[in-house]
């Protein structure tokens, strides 16, 4: 596995390059302020939380081509209609069918057995935004080893490892299955601010964002300890199934250490099979195509009878 020291240029120890190194933290720095003093109107407003979280990845997007990675993962008119056609997927369908289908039914559970929590509404709010940010990720980190560990639910998985380079909005690209399945969360048992809530669905955007990006950032320790980096998930996207079985918090690189599931490295070369891209209708068809062969066989050979 190469590491990143053997791909770097000798310049990469610039004024530009610490300054990158420092753009992720005070990215997430940026949004906690901007909820924190938005004016209500403005924070409350449905709007808002679409703005903010589109800017969040056409920004990155734009450093991509200030300060790129790797030039192998440069950004191409096929990789941006794909990411742009799964980023309104998951805006759009994927978010009505979460909310429909798992947190509406669960805020009525929460409602009909009389479910209160109002000590986190009497949390600090940064405490709260916080909490929202953890449970999150403590669900999307066991399903995503799950994914890892399970053949079913690793089909639905696999269309997200065998996209070939890494971007800005690479983690919206998978299988409709998946991304449904990684969105569960049970934060909607907890009564919190809805700017806390708010907050911290930008703060998880803007470390997953970068952790996908092709951005020349290596974050300081007092972020990478915690936050999911680059480092850390080009690693996890590397081209043996093996390799992939680590680094599985997709924003909070601290559940891993937590749990053993932790490993140091960086990918280069990203992929499964053969380096294999697949389309957006192969990603759509790959849970079922094991299915699908196996019918196809059992028709030849009863053809050939």
């Given at each position: 596995m190469a590491s990143y020291a053997d791909v770097v240029t000798p310049t990469a120890d610039t004024l530009?390059?610490?300054?990158?190194?420092?753009?992720?933290p005070a990215f997430v720095a940026v949004v906690v302020a901007f909820w924190a003093y938005a004016p209500k109107s403005l924070a409350e407003n449905g709007w808002t939380i679409i703005v903010t979280s589109a800017l969040i990845t056409v920004i990155v997007l734009g450093l991509e081509f200030v300060h790129e990675r790797h030039a192998g993962w440069r950004m191409n008119w096929r990789e941006f209609f794909t990411d742009l056609f799964y980023v309104v997927l998951s805006a759009t369908a994927i978010s009505w069918v979460s909310t429909t289908l798992a947190e509406d039914p669960l805020l009525a559970a929460k409602k009909s057995l009389g479910i209160s929590t109002e000590w986190a509404m009497q949390m600090p709010w940064l405490l709260q935004v916080a909490l929202v940010v953890f449970v999150i990720e403590?669900?999307?980190?066991?399903?995503?080893?799950?994914m890892h560990n399970s053949t079913p639910f690793w089909l639905t998985h696999a269309p997200h490892h065998h996209i070939t380079q890494l971007n800005a909005a690479k983690g919206a690209v998978g299988n409709p299955i998946e991304l449904f399945l990684i969105s569960l969360s049970v934060v909607a048992l907890f009564d919190l601010s809805l700017t806390a809530k708010l907050?911290?669905?930008?703060?998880?955007?803007?470390?997953?964002?970068?952790?996908?990006?092709?951005?020349?950032?290596?974050p300081p320790k007092f972020y990478s300890f915690f936050f999911t980096t680059i480092r850390h998930h080009s690693l996890h996207h590397?081209?043996?199934?093996?390799s992939t079985r680590c680094n599985y918090g997709n924003s909070l690189i601290l559940l891993d250490r937590v749990f053993g599931t932790y490993r140091d490295g960086e990918g280069v070369i990203v992929g499964q099979d053969?380096?294999?891209?697949?389309?957006?209708w192969e990603q759509f068809m790959f849970p079922f195509q094991p299915v699908i062969d196996r019918m196809r066989a059992k028709r030849a050979m009863a053809a050939a009878n």
């Open positions: 530009k390059q610490r300054l990158f190194n420092l753009i992720p403590f669900g999307q980190y066991w399903m995503h080893r799950l907050c911290a669905f930008n703060v998880l955007g803007v470390v997953s964002t970068f952790a996908h990006a092709n951005v020349r950032s290596d590397s081209t043996d199934y093996e053969d380096l294999k891209r697949l389309s957006i």
